[in-house]
C-alpha cells in the first residue's frame, strides 16, 4: 500500500465547545437543561446553535445546574449592566452568586460634549 492508498488522517480539530455544551453535557442533556430551567428543548437548542442568545435572566440558574463549571459571564458575556457576585454560601462559586448590576454600565459612555 503506498501513499496514495492510505486514508488522509483526520487533521481538522473539532470545534471547542461553547459554554452551553458544555453546560448541557455535564447535566446530561439539552432535555435535561430544559426540565431543570423550566423551559422547552427546543429553546436550548436554539441556545446551542446560536439561533437566540441566552437570556441573562437564565445565565445564574444554568451556572447552578452545572455546579459552577459554566460561569453566569461565559454563559452570558454581555448584559444590560455588569455582572458582580454577592456572597452565597449555597452558591457553587465561592464568590458567591452571580447578578447583574444595572448602575454599573460595562461600557464607560463618551462625554456628550468637550469640556470648555
Known sequence: MDEADT???DTAEAPPLTPIAIAC????SQAKMA???GVSAPTV??????Q????QEQAP???RLCGGAVL???LCPKPRGRWTRIP???WPHPDGRPVIDPARPTVQPEPSHAPV
Open 45 to 50: 437548542n436554539q441556545w446551542m446553535k446560536e
Open 25 to 28: 453535557d455535564i447535566v446530561g
Open 35 to 37: 426540565a431543570g430551567l
Open 7 to 9: 486514508p488522509a488522517a
Open 52 to 55: 437566540r442568545p441566552i437570556p
Open 88 to 90: 452565597d454560601e449555597s
Open 72 to 74: 453566569a459571564e461565559q
Open 61 to 63: 440558574d444554568i451556572e
